[in-house]
């Protein structure tokens, strides 16, 4: 048994940002209560107030996080509390009697006093329980599950998929649900894992359920510290973390609205200090409070396999990307704009021309699949451009998904196509509202043109949608939206404005099917979960089909 344990140090590189892709959507559309500080009783000594945590799962061996308070007073970006021995355990069983591994670290104030422990030695295809101590004091156990070996032919894998969880807008429901699914392999983020604004903001102050901490919006690594700090304190964060190992990327709230390598929408140079420094800060408070490796200091792209059945490519979309068109920037087929970088989009290129696996998953935080819009009225439009970041006076193309960046589009779909790539499925957030989309090679003449690969995009754990913007029920005025999004794209086979939920993708080597589903109210920290529609890509076809019932 090897282990390697590792506290995450500053991380110096620029990264993006971006926040608007609900507001399209509007456009077209006319376990108990979280804590949020540690308790003013609480104990002198340790505690593991902020719950534990796995991620980016080996064949071998799988990242343990979670984060010590060595005192009252040592609350996140406090910079307070003496550095702090901790240990850690990994069993095959609850009561840890048959334990695999053992490891120490130390909680560090220059670290948040946030823990990894990087352990290695495990057996494929696995799972196993872990626990943190300080002290005489235990951490919560929680629960983890290792990946097949690369040659290994897996029956299926089963994940949880969800993006944009804005604390103030509501609960975080859909991650108690995804933790009551012990069947999966594990949970994908793919982004928006925090919101930047300052509270009353997005939402307004008079549709807040519960405020942001610290209330002001974040721009420091003190502020980014302790934003992450109150999400692991979310009950329903805390039991999906303790269950399942996730696998996460960043996308723009991480850092500011509609990031980009060089600044963000959100973001005023001078006032607000400079971008480098505020993204530099971002991105070492995400690296100390989240289970993920850095695959390149700075940057979150990288590969996870699932033996023979699946290879998940993992994208950064805001360190590495141009300016969005409409501000100075260029126009959106401009070949020198890019939304990945030459470097990532090279290495994507590269990743799915060799990849034997049956299914090549793609976690991208923003829509790949393009879409232009028909004629909508304008109290419909007003709507979906601010969730999508249109200008209000109507363009066809969303300027922050790949639709802004139509050159490393072309070029990774002109790829699959000419190296004759199948089976390629794309995971997205982002946007606020669920998707189900065949990718187009032409977009112009689809139909009667291929499509490349598939996507499937689900909906926000909280953050607004369209019914949200418009203060309306939903599944009303939305439905005028969603005929003209799917009169003008015939390769959107189904689109969801209002909802807000998970999707649970299962892949065999026959089909890749993502389950929707739906929360009642996010404002219910009580929120129940139904199952609203189920999508499938048959292997070898490259297209979406309906599926009569999710899978079992």
Not at 23 to 37: D, H, Q, S, V
Not at 247 to 254: C, N, Q, T
Request: charged residues 20%; proline residues 6%.
């Amino acid at each position: 048994m090897t282990s390697r344990n590792d506290l995450q140090s500053s991380l110096n590189s620029p990264a993006p940002s971006r926040r608007t892709v609900v507001k399209a959507a509007a456009a077209t559309a006319a376990l108990g209560a979280p804590l949020a500080a540690i308790p003013a009783h609480a104990a002198e000594g340790p505690a593991f107030h902020h719950g534990v945590a796995s991620g980016d799962p080996l064949p071998d061996g799988v990242l343990l996080w979670t984060r010590v308070t060595p005192a009252p007073d040592a609350v996140p970006g406090s910079g307070k509390g003496p550095d702090t021995a901790v240990s850690w355990e990994v069993a095959e069983d609850t009561g840890f009697t048959r334990i695999v591994g053992r490891g120490s670290t130390t909680a560090r104030a220059s670290a948040d006093h946030t823990v990894k422990a990087d352990v290695r030695g495990l057996r494929q295809a696995t799972t196993y329980y872990f626990r943190f101590s300080a002290g005489d004091v235990h951490s919560p156990v929680g629960r983890t599950r290792t990946t097949p070996a690369p040659d290994a032919s897996a029956h299926n894998i089963r994940f949880g998929v969800v993006s944009c969880a804005n604390w103030e807008a509501g609960y975080f429901s859909p991650y108690r649900h995804l933790a009551a699914r012990t069947e999966l392999d594990a949970v994908l983020h793919v982004g928006d894992y925090i919101y930047e604004y300052k509270s009353g903001e997005y939402p307004a102050a008079e549709y807040v359920v519960r405020p942001h901490e610290p209330r002001h919006e974040i721009t420091t690594l003190a502020d980014y510290r302790v934003r992450h700090g109150a999400h692991k304190t979310d009950p329903d964060a805390q039991a999906m973390h303790a269950t399942h190992p996730v696998i996460a990327i960043w996308d723009d709230h991480e850092f500011a609205d509609n990031a980009w390598s060089g600044g963000a929408v959100n973001h005023t140079d001078g006032t607000e200090g400079g971008w480098a420094a505020r993204m530099a800060a971002a991105k070492q408070a995400y690296f100390e409070w989240m289970p993920v490796r850095p695959s390149t200091e700075g940057t979150v792209y990288r590969r996870v396999r699932y033996g023979k059945l699946a290879d998940l490519h993992l994208l950064d979309l805001r360190s590495f990307r141009s300016e969005q068109a409409g501000a100075g920037s260029g126009s959106v087929d401009d070949p020198d704009r890019t939304i990945t970088g030459r470097a990532q989009l090279d290495w994507l290129k590269a990743g799915l021309a060799a990849s034997d696996a049956a299914w090549k998953l793609v976690g991208t935080s923003v829509m790949i699949s393009p879409v232009a819009f028909g004629s909508l009225p304008a109290h419909l439009l007003k709507p979906l451009a601010k969730l999508l970041g249109l200008p209000e006076e109507g363009v066809a193309v969303n300027t922050d998904q790949w639709d802004g960046y139509t050159d490393d589009r072309k070029e990774l779909i002109a790829h699959l196509r000419d190296k004759k790539i199948q089976n390629t499925v794309f995971l997205t957030g982002d946007i606020h509202m669920a998707w189900a989309n065949d990718v187009p090679a032409k977009a112009a003449t689809y139909p009667l043109s291929a499509s490349a690969a598939t996507e499937f995009v689900v909906t926000s754990v909280s953050s607004d949608n369209v019914d949200d913007l418009l203060h309306v029920a939903p599944h009303t005025l939305s439905l005028v939206a969603v005929g003209a999004i799917k009169a003008a794209n015939r390769h959107v086979k189904w689109l969801d404005m209002d909802s807000h939920g998970y999707g649970v993708l299962d892949v065999t080597a026959e089909r890749s099917q993502m389950d929707y589903y739906v929360i009642s109210d996010r404002a219910d920290p009580g929120a129940t979960s139904s199952w609203v529609r189920s999508y499938r890509t048959l292997s070898g076809t490259q297209k979406v089909e309906r599926a009569d019932a999710p899978v079992r």
